[in-house]
């Protein structure tokens, strides 16, 4: 799969970690506690054919930020940018200047989803540790707060879940493309987008093991979906 290592126009051989604002410990992510159940209540849901389509878009977009390189519009270049940027730009309306503007003009795209009014708020209303809503939240938040626990078997991922890493005082965010997996180190250069793809099996190939996505590694803290993609329970 070398094609899909072109798409950031370097391989990186170590991986990156994304910083995370507020450090937490590992407990914290799966909370029971009424105020976190109420909050995860509380966030609309998208109906199953809405999710296919938001499905569809974000990983076309991602897989767009990996083929031609950052559009200059996706201004936090780090691991929680990518998704935060990703999910905004699947729930807006996807028309003839947007297409252009992103080199999606005159191809096959997914229909856009039509929100309700509240549905509309997912855009830029992400939950904070601090029970504050805002657009901009870290790793560990877009997990605890916005994502529910699904699996550590990553083949029970869908795409555009997250891969959540806790390396201690670090967090780190990738994306599940259905294939592949997708991921933006937190560092860009001059000769180096940060952008990363590789297969689960390349992953398993490095030396560096705290980054395979499999159970027995402890830093891997497992498969978690946007609480807008699951069931209101």
């Not at 799969?1 to 370097?10: R, T």
């Given at each position: 799969?070398?094609?899909?290592?072109?798409?950031?126009?370097?391989v990186g051989v170590v991986l990156s970690?994304?910083?995370?604002?507020?450090?937490?410990?590992?407990?914290?992510?799966?909370?029971?506690?009424?105020?976190?159940?109420?909050?995860?209540?509380?966030?609309?849901?998208?109906?199953?054919?809405?999710?296919?389509?938001?499905?569809?878009?974000?990983?076309?977009?991602?897989?767009?930020?990996?083929?031609?390189?950052?559009?200059?519009?996706?201004?936090?270049?780090?691991?929680?940018?990518?998704?935060?940027?990703?999910?905004?730009?699947?729930?807006?309306?996807?028309?003839?200047?947007?297409?252009?503007?992103?080199?999606?003009?005159?191809?096959?795209?997914?229909?856009?989803?039509?929100?309700?009014?509240?549905?509309?708020?997912?855009?830029?209303?992400?939950?904070?540790?601090?029970?504050?809503?805002?657009a901009w939240v870290s790793a560990y938040?877009?997990?605890?707060?916005?994502?529910?626990?699904?699996?550590?078997?990553?083949?029970?991922?869908?795409?555009?879940?997250?891969?959540?890493?806790?390396?201690?005082?670090?967090?780190?965010?990738?994306?599940?493309?259905?294939?592949?997996?997708?991921?933006?180190?937190?560092?860009?250069?001059?000769?180096?987008?940060?952008?990363?793809?590789?297969?689960?099996?390349?992953?398993?190939?490095?030396?560096?093991?705290?980054?395979?996505?499999?159970?027995?590694?402890?830093?891997?803290?497992?498969?978690?979906?946007?609480?807008?993609?699951?069931?209101?329970?």
């Open positions: 799969m070398s094609d899909i290592h072109s798409f950031s126009g370097f970690l994304c910083l995370a604002a507020i450090p937490q410990p590992l407990s914290a992510l799966q909370p029971t506690d009424v105020s976190h159940s109420a909050v995860q209540q509380s966030i609309p849901r998208l109906t199953p054919a809405q999710a296919q389509t938001f499905r569809n878009w974000m990983t076309l977009i991602i897989h767009q930020q990996l083929r031609q390189g950052p559009t200059p519009r996706w201004q936090q270049n780090d691991c929680a940018g990518l998704v935060r940027f990703a999910v905004a730009e699947s729930l807006r309306e996807h028309d003839s200047n947007w297409l252009r503007a992103n080199g999606f003009l005159g191809q096959k795209t997914p229909g856009d989803i039509v929100l309700d009014a509240n549905q509309r708020g997912l855009r830029h209303a992400w939950y904070r540790s601090d029970g504050r809503q805002d938040d877009l997990v605890a707060n916005n994502s529910r626990f699904i699996s550590k078997d990553v083949m029970q991922a869908q795409p555009g879940d997250l891969l959540f890493y806790d390396q201690g005082q670090n967090q780190h965010l990738m994306v599940w493309m259905g294939s592949y997996i997708a991921y933006h180190t937190g560092t860009r250069t001059a000769s180096d987008n940060g952008l990363r793809a590789y297969t689960v099996a390349q992953i398993m190939d490095k030396k560096d093991n705290r980054w395979q996505p499999v159970a027995s590694n402890p830093n891997f803290l497992g498969v978690y979906r946007l609480t807008f993609l699951t069931p209101n329970y």
